[in-house]
């Protein structure tokens, strides 16, 4: 199926620095959410945004829905080592709750 | 708490076997879906179903098959493994109050030989 745009594809970053990831579609999407898989595991919920504008915080993690319903951005304050993973972007496509899209993933490495 | 458990964490199994994926939600959610993941090439639809009996082919489904006798419970059938079916596989449910999110098992990674 069709992906969403997200970059960067991979980061490797200081323990301690933020970060920043984004995605993109040509498509509105009227939710977006932001899962984590780390290695060897199924993708868990982070954040789930449902409004344009919307600013969500999850402890470390923002994520904002962006203001053309076309786009959204994640960051992670202060990174610390068990942040490391994949980070992507999902949401289902409007009205058609059987069809989501996906990002293609952003790799996090942290150096202690 | 949402639970979608996939039956077997690892599985190792030989070309031209018939494959057996298990997954079982917690939640009485009405639509479930297998996706496997390859490197590159992210999350790829393989099978979905909207409620016991029903199914609807995703993006990948050739080499695979699906059943749905309980609502709780959808499984993935490889019907002859092939080596090109080497991958994590994914199972996720949608449904109740929440429609718009996808919530996933651990996953099952499965090796054919």
Known sequence: GQQLNQSPQSMFIQEGEDVSMNCTSSSIFNTWLWYKQDPGEGPVLLIALYKAGELTSNGRLTAQFGITRKDSFLNISASIPSDVGIYFCAGPVAYNFNKFYFGSGTKLNVKP | ?113
């Open chain 2, 1 to 113: 708490d949402v639970k979608v458990t996939q039956s077997s964490r690892y599985l190792v199994k030989r070309t031209g076997e018939k494959v057996f994926l298990e997954c079982v939600q917690d939640m009485d959610h009405e639509n479930m879906f297998w996706y496997r993941q390859d490197p590159g090439l992210g999350l790829r639809l393989i099978y979905f179903s909207y409620d016991v009996k029903m199914k609807e082919k995703g993006d990948i489904p050739e080499g695979y098959s699906v059943s749905r006798e309980k609502k709780e419970r959808f499984s993935l059938i490889l019907e002859s493994a092939s080596t090109n079916q080497t991958s994590m596989y994914l199972c996720a449910s949608v449904g109740g109050r929440v429609t718009n999110i996808q919530y996933f098992g651990a996953g099952t990674r499965l090796s054919v030989l």
